[in-house]
Nanobody, 113 residues
Framework: VQLQASGGGTVQAGESLTLTCTTS??????MGWSRQAPGKVLEWVAS???????TYADSLKGRFTISSDKAKNAVYLQIYSLKPEDTGVYYC??????????WGQGTLVTVSS
């Protein structure tokens, strides 16, 4: 399984951004996003299942939207009203039906104030 994250960049505070993760290989039961801010631990952001169940980290609800396109083998993370504290590397993660987990390489988001 390979996951390729893209869409990061440098944006101004208050702007929006959409991250994309495309997958190839085995079908995935769960796909999600996590992020790591500079000097901080990895933080789970959101997940979506093949059955359409979506969950978000409680602290991040409201400004993040996860969605998927099965035809394109892609999962998206829309981030609204970006804040400087959203700066970090965003990783996509996939879990197969057998429970094995895979990570993408990450895409850097930098939010300037």
């Amino acid at each position: 399984v390979q996951l390729q994250a893209s869409g990061g960049g440098t944006v101004q505070a208050g702007e929006s951004l959409t991250l994309t993760c495309t997958t190839s290989g085995l079908p995935l039961r769960v796909m999600g996003w996590s992020r790591q801010a500079p000097g901080k631990v990895l933080e789970w952001v959101a997940s979506t299942t093949a059955g359409g169940e979506i969950t978000y980290a409680d602290s991040l609800k409201g400004r993040f939207t996860i969605s998927s396109d099965k035809a394109k083998n892609a999962v998206y993370l829309q981030i609204y009203s970006l804040k400087p504290e959203d700066t970090g590397v965003y990783y996509c993660k996939g879990q197969t039906y057998s429970g094995k987990q895979y990570w993408g390489q990450g895409t850097l988001v930098t939010v300037s104030s």
